[in-house]
């Protein structure tokens, strides 16, 4: 999933070079959505390299937020909202 790829580019050191296609599909998901500055290859092309520059304030932004919807998910699963009025 492309969101996962872009919480591992965020904790990878960029620069870096991305020479699997289907990452480099994932890479043209998120640029399009504008959470990646990458260079990427023309499709038909034989050497299918990208190079991914940075992760954007909008792909970090969103990368919070899943994380903090992660998060409250998981903490409403734990706890017993449910108030008793005897």
Do not use: F, W
């Not at 890479?27 to 504008?34: E, H, N």
């Not at 299918?48 to 998060?71: E, H, M, N, P, S």
């Amino acid at each position: 999933m492309p969101m996962e790829y872009l919480r591992a580019l965020e904790r990878d050191a960029l620069p870096l070079i991305e020479s699997d296609v289907v990452n480099i599909d994932k890479l043209r998901i998120l640029r399009a959505a504008g959470m990646v500055e990458v260079q990427l290859p023309p499709v038909d092309s034989p050497h299918q390299k990208a190079q991914v520059l940075y992760v954007t304030g909008l792909g970090c932004a969103t990368l919070r937020a899943c994380g903090a919807r992660v998060k409250i998910h998981h903490r409403e699963s734990h706890c017993d909202l449910e108030s008793s009025y005897d």
